[in-house]
Each structure stands twice: as structure tokens, then as C-alpha cells.
């Protein structure tokens, strides 16, 4: 199975907000509600950002929200900070309950 | 407080057997489902395969299916997960990760601080 498709990089000011898309299939983003998001800053281990599509876990800003539409999942950063600078993966279970991970998103803050 | 302590780096040639341990502490150990998870130098996070502490039951990734095997011992409340005929391009940090699931979602809710595994003649 193919990984899901995930822009390579993206940018935005101190303060702006950016989204970073996640294009799969009906048979795992467009499937089930088992879409999650990781923050992995560099040289560290991936943090859970979002899970079940929209939830944040207990300490994650609200700044982060996650969203999805068909086949598409979504990780909107709100009020960018300079700490914000990771790496971004989406992920989602497959039908066969196997896991996909997104190519990775580099979110660069100007 | 969870944490997941993985075994130190390791050097391996090509075509010899990893093995890499993922010790946990923090919660109960069966009830969840630990994963593994690859990431080569400057590439993004691939899924290996998971394991059910509970009932040994596992699963693996097509790319890796004929070479991981990934165990889970109760008794000391620790994973392993094991790459066979290793080369280069397997030269990567292993990340195990445990997954949490609620009524309709999972997610990999902890994860190890990760092991490198360098794969060079």
C-alpha cells in the first residue's frame, strides 16, 4: 500500500496559520475515523498531535485542530509560533487494520 | 508516568540479525498493542508491524513481512522486534510505540526515545 500523500513542506509567518493536507483512499483515510497527527521536531521521537480525526490529547495547544473531508484529512496550526518548526505525519489505519503513515510535512517558521 | 526504554544503538553487517528491545513502564503491559515504526536517515515514518502482549497475536507490514518478527514478554513487560538480512538501506532509528484505542479510533499515544541501527561492512 502506498503511503498517504502529504505536501513535502510548508511555511507561514509568526502568528499566520497553515494547514497541511492528507490525501488517501476510501480504504483508510476516507474509511475510518483512526486519522491521527504526530509532531516530531528534529532529532526527537513523534509526539501525538491529533488523534480521532479532531481530538487533541490533554497539553496540546488548541491552536491545533484537525479536520477531514472524503478522502482527505487536514492539520490546521493556528497562531504559528517558532516552536511549531517540526516535522508533520499524518497517519490512518487501513481496512485491513494495518497503518499508513504520510509522506511528512517540514513546516517551516519565516 | 509512561515510558518506553528502548536497547542502545547497534552496528550490523550486511545480512546478519537485529534484535531490538522496547521496555515499558507506566501502565499495564497487555493491554495495549505495541507497534514498531522505521525512519531512515532524512525520510519520513514507516509502520513495521504490531504485536498483542495479550494473546502474542501479531501483524506485519507487506515490506516487511519475510524478514520482522515482532515478540511481547509478559513477564518482564517488554517488546522486541527482531530484522533479519539486513542491508544498508535498513540502516534507519526504530521507534516502537504504544497504540491506544478508543470505541472508534487508535493512535500511537507513547512512543520510545529510539535505537539506530547501522547496517555497513
Known amino acids: 500500500q502506498s503511503a498517504l500523500t502529504q505536501p513535502p513542506s510548508v511555511s507561514g509567518s509568526p502568528g499566520q496559520s497553515v494547514t497541511i493536507s492528507c490525501t488517501g483512499t476510501?480504504?483508510?483515510?476516507?474509511?475510518?475515523?483512526?486519522v491521527s497527527w504526530y509532531q516530531q521536531p528534529p532529532g526527537t521521537a513523534p509526539k501525538l498531535l491529533i488523534f480521532?480525526?479532531?481530538n487533541r490529547p490533554s497539553g496540546v495547544p488548541d491552536r491545533f485542530s484537525g479536520s477531514k473531508s472524503g478522502n482527505t484529512a487536514s492539520l490546521t496550526i493556528s497562531g504559528l509560533q517558532a516552536e511549531d518548526e517540526a516535522d508533520y505525519y499524518c497517519?490512518?489505519?487501513?481496512?485491513?487494520?494495518?497503518?499508513?503513515f504520510g509522506g511528512g510535512t517540514k513546516l517551516t517558521v519565516l | 508516568e509512561v515510558q518506553l526504554v528502548q536497547s542502545g544503538a547497534e552496528v550490523k553487517q550486511p545480512g546478519a540479525t537485529v534484535k531490538i528491545s522496547c521496555r515499558v513502564s507506566?501502565?499495564?503491559?497487555?493491554?495495549?498493542?505495541m507497534h514498531w515504526v522505521q525512519q531512515a536517515p532524512g525520510k519520513g515514518l514507516q509502520w513495521m508491524g504490531c504485536?498483542?502482549?495479550?494473546?502474542?497475536?501479531?501483524m506485519y507490514a507487506e515490506k516487511f513481512q519475510d524478514r520482522v518478527t515482532i515478540t511481547a514478554d509478559m513477564s518482564t513487560d517488554t517488546a522486541y522486534m527482531e530484522l533479519s538480512s539486513l542491508r544498508s538501506e535498513d540502516t534507519a532509528v526504530y521507534y516502537c510505540?504504544?497504540?491506544?484505542?478508543?470505541?472508534?479510533?487508535?493512535?500511537?499515544?507513547?512512543w520510545g526515545q529510539g535505537t539506530l541501527v547501522t547496517v555497513s561492512s
Open positions: 504485536v498483542d502482549p495479550e494473546d502474542d497475536e501479531t
Open positions: 510505540a504504544t497504540e491506544r484505542c478508543s470505541a472508534i479510533s487508535c493512535s500511537f499515544d507513547f
Open positions: 497517519t490512518s489505519y487501513t481496512t485491513n487494520n494495518h497503518v499508513l
Open positions: 476510501s480504504s483508510d483515510v476516507g474509511y475510518n475515523y483512526r
Open positions: 507506566g501502565y499495564t503491559f497487555s493491554d495495549y498493542q
Open positions: 480521532e480525526v479532531s
